[in-house]
T-cell receptor, first 112, second 117 residues
Framework: AQSVTQPDIHITVSEGASLELRCNYSYGATPYLFWYVQSPGQGLQLLLK??????LVQGIKGFEAEFKRSQSSFNLRKPSVHWSDAAEYFC??????????FGAGTTVTVRA | GAVVSQHPSRVICKSGTSVKIECRSL??????MFWYRQFPKKSLMLMAT?????????EQGVEKDKFLINHASLTLSTLTVTSAHPEDSSFYIC?????????????FGSGTQLSVL
């Protein structure tokens, strides 16, 4: 069975500060790993994904994530947060691009 | 602009009534659409896979007679929550698998918040 845990329900960060969102997964084989972002009233938007190759993945909007097999983690990072990064972030795992299991999400609040 | 349109965004209904949620792929054909459900502060759970022209495939534990899925065209899938009860109150999201600039991608709708009184 596949599952995803996002330990942090809510994170508040100052604009310009760095951000790291944690994600731990459980999966029996080599997983596809994803980070999605959802702004209010919007659909989920793919930030980045990993399947193979370089374990440090670059995504859109200045985000990156690092796959660590030994820790079953796929944490998302951004060096300098902008107010527009305030949203809900979901980590997901699956056997392909479509059949995904999502975490419960982490809400990011950005303070001025 | 949005690739997938989901409607309505919010619906309140009385217990015992049925509610239909639409998921449309705009300008792109989607042979496969997916329906998810999210309880507050819980994971987004895949409910079913909807294939155009055939029966939906439901995940374990999802009642197919409660959650009717119809994918009659390449751009529209509907989820009908039949005889809704308060425990069906949840956030429902659809996604569509489309070819985007020659690559197959997954696009999500903005979700539907269902409240059953």
């Amino acid at each position: 069975a596949q599952s995803v845990t996002q330990p942090d329900i809510h994170i508040t960060v100052s604009e310009g500060a760095s951000l790291e969102l944690r994600c731990n997964y459980s999966y029996g084989a080599t997983p596809y790993l994803f980070w999605y972002v959802q702004s209010p009233g919007q659909g989920l938007q793919l930030l980045l994904k990993y399947f193979s190759g370089d374990t440090l993945v670059q995504g859109i909007k200045g985000f990156e994530a690092e796959f660590k097999r030994s820790q079953s983690s796929f944490n998302l990072r951004k060096p300098s947060v902008h107010w527009s990064d305030a949203a809900e972030y979901f980590c997901a795992v699956g056997p392909n691009d479509y059949k995904l299991s999502f975490g419960a999400g982490t809400t990011v609040t950005v303070r001025a | 602009g949005a690739v997938v349109s989901q409607h309505p965004s919010r619906v309140i209904c009385k217990s015992g009534t049925s509610v239909k949620i639409e998921c449309r792929s705009l300008d792109f054909q989607a042979t496969t659409m997916f329906w998810y459900r999210q309880f507050p502060k819980k994971s987004l759970m895949l409910m079913a896979t909807s294939n155009e022209g055939s029966k939906a495939t439901y995940e374990q534990g999802v009642e197919k007679d409660k959650f009717l899925i119809n994918h009659a065209s390449l751009t529209l899938s509907t989820l009908t929550v039949t005889s809704a009860h308060p425990e069906d109150s949840s956030f429902y999201i659809c996604s569509a698998r489309v070819f985007w600039t020659g690559v197959e991608k997954l696009f999500f709708g903005s979700g539907t918040q269902l409240s059953v009184l």
